[in-house]
Every structure is written in C-alpha cells, then in structure tokens.
C-alpha cells in the first residue's frame, strides 16, 4: 500500500487548466482516468487527509504509484480523450459498464457490391447501417420475413451468392419473389442497392411515404381493373403495416430519441435503453457495473453516454437524449454528442406528457434489470459458498456462517417503535422464520418510549436480549416452552405460539427462537454494535458472533474495534450481507407501517367487548359521527338495529370514559373539520399497500422519517 504524500506533485506543477489525468500503479499499469475543467483544483482532492476521502477512493489512491495529465484546449476535448483512454487502457477503478448479452442488430452491408440484410452481433462494422438493438434475434427475422415482400433485398451469405451465380439458379427466396436476385442479373446492381436503401429509410422511420406510395399504385391498379397487382400492392401494405405493429408507437411520429434510465443501489447500478425512431420503439439493451468509484447519477448517466455513442457519428446519434440526472457539468457532453452527430442535440431531463411517461417504463426496464441481476447472482451456489467463506474470513471466524440473522429497528419520530429479525440459512432467506418485535420500552423500565425519542442503541439491546433469552430457555428445557410467549413476539403472518404447541417442524427442527445462528448482523454502526455484544455478554453467550453493517459507507463494524472491516467492493461476502440488511430494513418498515395504519383508524368503539365491525358501522352511520354518538343517550342508542339494551349501555360508558378526540384540522386551508368530515374519517378503511407509506395522521406526523 503507496502513501499518496510518496507521489504526490507540488501544487506548482499542476497547471490550472482543462486535462485528463491518470493515475498509475507501481507495475505502471493504469488504474483510473479522470477528467477534469481545473486539474489543480481536481488533483488536490485526492491527496488529502485518507481519512476524510471516500473509502473506494481512499483505496485507489493507496493503491496507485505515480499520477500524470496530459492539458486539452476544452472540456470537450477532455471528454474525448477520457473515453480513449478507459477504452485503451480499460482502469480497474473506473466505471465500466458490461452487457448482459450480446444484443443481436438488424444490420444492411451498404460496403458491398450487392448489399445483404443479415443479423449481426458484436463490433460494429464501417459502411454497415444498422437498426435495433433487439431483444431476440427472432424478432430481427421475422421483421425482415414481412419487409422482403415489399423490399426484396439479398439476405443469402456469399457462398451461396457465389453458387447461384455459378449455376444461374436463384435460391428458394429468389423462386417466391422475397428476393430480387441479383446473384442472376434480374436486377442491376444499382437496382438493387436503390432497394436496400429503401429498406433502410423505412427501418428509420421514415414509413408513411412507402405507404402513401403503395396505396397510390393500389389505387391505379384498381381502376386500370388490373385486380391481381392490386391484391398483391394490397398484401404487401398489409405486410408493412404488421412489421410496424411489431414496434409500439409511443412518441409522436418523427421524433428521433434515445431514453436512458438508471438503477442503483450502493455497489452497482443496471442501466437501460430504449432506441425510438419515427415515434416507434426501434431497439432496446441494458447493461450492469460495478460502482468501484464514488460516482453521481449524473455522472454514471455520462458514462453511459460515451458507452453509447463513443463510436457512432451522423444519424446514430439522435436529436434527443432523455436521462434521468444530466451530467455536472452538461454542455461539454451536449456539445461532444452535437460534434458526433453533425447537427444540434438536445440533452435534458423529460419533465411531462408523454416522454415522462415513458421514461417512468424505462426506469421500470432498469429496477428489474437490476433486480434480475442480483437475484442470479444470489442463486448460485458456488457463488454463495464463497461468499459466506469471505464472511468468515474477514470476521475471523473458525467457520462459514451457515445461519446468520439480522436485526433492524424501524419508527416514526419515537412512535411505534418496531424491530425485525431475518433468517439467511446457506445464503438463501428462510421467511418462514423470520420474526417482529414491539419495543416495550428501556431495560428494566416498563415505561413506553411512545413520544420518548429515539434511541435504536437501547431497542437494538432490548431485542438482541429478549430473542436470546428465549433462546437459553429453550436450550435449557431441551425445546420445550412452559411459558406463555409474551403476545407482541408475533410471527410475520400474526399467529402467537401458545404453550403446549408442537415446537418442531417436519423435519425435527426446534421453532422460534430454539435454533442459533452462528452471526448476528445488525443494522448500524459501532453504538448499535456495541448493543449487541453487550446483551449476549450479560447473557453469558460467548459463541456467536455479531458485525454491523452500515449503510453510508457499507463498513463492516465488529465489537472492540475502532476501525471498520473493509471488504473489497467486488466482495460477494459483502454483497451477501448488503441482501441480509436490506431484507431486515425491508420486513421491519413493513411491520412498522402496518402497526401505524392500525393505530390511525383506531376507534373508542374498539374497546367496546362484543361489538363487531357490523354494529360499529350501524352506529356510526344511525347518528352520523362519533361525536353525536358521544352525546346519545342510552335509549337512543337502543334505537340502532342489533343493538341491545346492555350493550348500549356498555357503549355509552365506553364513550364516556374515553377522551374525546382532539378537532381535525384541514391542513391545506386551516379550517376545522366539521362533523361529516369526522363521520368519513371513521368510516374510512386504511390500506397500507406495499412499498407506500400510510399517510393517515396529521402533518407533522406525515413529515416524520421512518427509519
């Protein structure tokens, strides 16, 4: 490991202007290519104090030898070396984006005599025009099967152009009219590439004027009563229109666009994009990187940007470009995209009508790109295996951590105070037995914390104790319970293990809390670490071992240690403990969520023993609101339906003893809520859909951040 301060050149040396700077190893190999509007004023961030850098940044630096720029005249330029550059030397430290496959073209040879349609993947070719990406290359033929009625242009390899020639016989496609066949001198070969231009004006978008065309020459033939060239103009219309169904129109027509959107998370991001041409999605492909850099969404948007159009010029770069963040700053990349394609190029964020809209799909596309990505990942079992082996050996553990649970603790500014347990055996989640937690309250204190503050260090000690106290209870009583499980330790679909119940599963596996794990990984840093540690020391647990994880920087905090564990970015061990987190992150903000909802639309009613939802809502629609029901009396209550003498009289002392609720408040205008705005608040039925917060109290609660 370089001390930077070793290679580090005088302030003097580094001019104050435009270049690209690269930082290389004591091998000499280059690590990273930057680019930058000051070099001086860039350069001076990284040899800084290492503590204050970034640890991915920190980690390059300490790994490079030696650091050298070459000056450019302007930003654009800078920006076309630093694409060479990471394209010639590839850094291990820069972004670098990989295809998930390799997208399959439709692609016309106009570098040939007599120009071919063919699919083609890979590097692209000179003077070949190509049309896609697509998804499948099945969908490049089919496409191409409809268009040789109307553009019969060659498709056949050069060997078998080649024997045709020789033999002065056509191939199939030549004998049923999907091919010209120029291999025979049908058609000239100025002809012939007239037609492959035409092909490819239409695959460009530009289809309305070989349709009016066609439906012309339809119409002429019609009345000359020449019915056979009519029906087949006919059926090749029809051919056309069903290859462009193929495409959805999603823009206006004419509109030339590339929509590129982003997924991220803290160590990798998918992008995707979506080629429209003439109003039509002609091609879409997406790609995944490794973030081994500390990067904005803008930047990784300009990375993608020289990804995608590093080598293309003219009319493959559209007049458009719709991104999600624009790069900082952005008119050195609109000007470098206006260079490549010859003519002005508008590079900006979509903020309404219809190109919103579609970027939200493309967005999508990329979420689920991402998604899919990880979930492969996740799914291999030899990937799995060495990640729990990195885990081990990082913590220092005797041995791979085949059950590991995870704790988080959720809330609302102090209220409903929450926390969750998830359960990763061999890498894989087990749901079946993940748990939730109430907090009751500090330790040794049966005070609430409702309205207290916060305090994740004290909770996280709470649940860590409570969760292995049950499991020293159940070591000692070889798996059998002779208590009632308190009634807040609840399972995730709501069931209470009573006493007595059968406490295996199927296969002879002790339930709950019996079974250890050999690593507790809790959500936070050295407080909540330390937490942890503590309540399984005043246990007496000294067999499992606990980490934290968290969140900014992805550091790995192990108890006693001043220091984090830094695992590699590329780790799969950390990457294997990102997924335990955000899993425990994910099941307690749902629980914490539901219990809200919960406490929202409670009702004094509630409390009312042998009323159920029917009479409660019999009631509150008979008098209107629960503020009338207050002041019923108990005869008048016995005028509702179903509504007997004693169970009005337990009603009206329910509501008695209850304290009436503060007045609503309309918080967009200040007014107070009159008594049918009451009736409709208590009628009302709170969802809580998934991924989306109740929103069901008053404002400041809504601006409260769950955690």
């Known amino acids: 490991m370089a001390d930077p301060s070793s290679y580090r050149p005088s302030p003097g040396q580094i001019p104050d202007s435009p270049g690209v700077y690269r930082f290389r190893d004591e091998h000499r190999r280059v690590i990273y290519v930057g680019k930058a509007k000051s070099l001086r004023q860039r350069l001076a961030n990284y040899f800084q104090d290492l503590a204050n850098l970034h640890p991915r940044t920190r980690s390059m630096v300490t790994t490079a030898a030696s650091v050298e720029w070459t000056v450019v005249s302007t930003e654009v330029e800078a920006l076309q070396l630093e694409y060479s550059w990471i394209k010639e030397y590839d850094p291990r430290f820069n972004v670098k984006y990989r295809d998930d496959k390799s997208y399959p073209y439709l692609a016309v040879t106009m570098n040939e005599e007599f ?55 056509p191939c199939l496609l030549g004998y049923i009219g999907k091919c010209s066949a120029p291999c025979v001198e049908r058609i000239s070969a100025d002809d012939h590439r007239e037609l492959a231009e035409e092909f490819c004006d239409f695959m ?24 056979e060239r009519a029906a087949r103009l006919r059926d090749d219309i029809g051919a056309l229109k069903k290859a462009m169904e193929k495409s959805a129109v999603v823009l206006a027509d004419a509109t030339d666009a590339d929509l590129i959107a982003v997924a991220e998370d803290e160590l990798e991001a998918a992008v995707q994009i979506f080629h429209v041409r003439g109003g039509r999605v002609r091609g879409q492909r997406g790609w995944v990187t490794d973030k081994v850099e500390e990067i904005t969404t803008g930047a990784l948007v300009e990375h993608a940007l020289q990804q995608l159009y590093g080598e293309e010029k003219g009319d493959a770069v559209p007049k458009e470009v719709l991104v999600p963040a624009l790069p900082d700053p952005v008119e050195p990349v609109q000007q470098w995209l206006t260079d490549r394609r010859g003519s002005g190029v508008s590079l900006r964020i979509p903020q309404r009508g219809d190109k919103k809209a579609l970027m939200e799909t493309v967005q999508r596309n990329a979420q689920q790109s991402l ?3 990880k979930t492969k990942r996740a799914s291999d079992l030899t990937t799995r295996s060495r990640a729990l082996e990195e885990i081990a050996e990082a913590l220092g553990l005797d041995s791979a951590p085949l059950r590991i649970e995870c704790y988080d603790i959720s809330h609302l500014q102090g ?52 969760r292995f106290r049950r499991y020293l209870a159940a070591k000692e009583k070889t798996g059998e319970w002779v208590e009632e499980p308190a009634a807040d330790d609840t399972l995730p679909d709501g069931e209470v293990l009573r006493a007595g119940q059968d406490l295996k599963d199927d296969d002879g596996r002790p339930k709950r809390f019996a079974y250890p794990p050999q690593l507790v990984v809790v959500d936070g840093g050295q407080p909540q670490v330390a937490a942890a540690q503590r309540a399984l020391d005043e246990l007496g647990i000294d067999d499992i071992a606990v980490c934290g994880l968290a969140k900014r920087l992805e550091e790995v905090w192990v108890p006693g240690e001043d220091d984090p564990v830094v695992l590699p970015r590329t780790s799969e061990g950390l990457y294997l403990l990102q997924r335990v987190r955000d899993e425990a992150h994910r099941f307690a903000i749902t629980y914490q969520r539901t219990k809200r909802a919960k406490r929202f639309r409670a009702s004094p009613l509630d409390d009312v023993p042998g009323l159920g939802e029917t009479r409660k809502q019999a009631l509150v629609k008979h008098f209107g609101s629960l503020k009338k029901l207050r002041s019923a009396t108990v005869d008048q209550i016995c005028e509702v339906p179903g509504i007997g003498r004693k169970t009005a009289e337990t009603v009206a002392a329910a509501l008695a003893v209850a304290a009436p609720a503060a007045p609503a408040v309309n918080t967009a205008t200040g007014e107070i809520m009159d008594d049918a705005d009451e009736t409709a608040g208590e009628s009302e039925t709170a969802t809580d859909t998934p991924g989306e917060p109740v929103i069901a109290g008053p404002a400041d609660e809504r601006r409260g951040q769950e955690t």
Request: proline fraction near 2%; charged fraction near 30%; hydrophobic fraction near 35%.
């Open 115 to 169: 120009p071919r349609v063919q699919v083609m993947r890979g590097q692209k070719k000179k003077g070949v025009r190509y049309f896609g990406p697509y998804g499948h290359a099945w969908a490049i033929r089919d496409t191409v099967d409809l268009l040789l009625r109307v553009f019969p242009v060659r498709t056949c390899s050069a060997g078998v152009f080649k024997n045709a020639a020789r033999t002065g016989r």
């Open 371 to 373: 998604v899919l990505h």
């Open 415 to 466: 209220d409903d105070v929450v926390a969750s347990m998830v359960v990763f055996e061999d890498g894989l989640a087990r749901k079946s037995e993940y748990r939730r937690f109430q907090i009751k309250g500090r330790a040794g204190d049966t005070q609430l914390w409702h309205g207290q503050g916060q305090d994740d260090v004290r909770s996280m000690h709470e649940v860590i104790t409570r």
């Open 204 to 227: 460009a978008g530009r289809t309305g004027t070989y349709l009016r065309r066609l439906e012309r020459q339809m119409a002429e033939a019609a009345e000359e009563m020449e019915y």
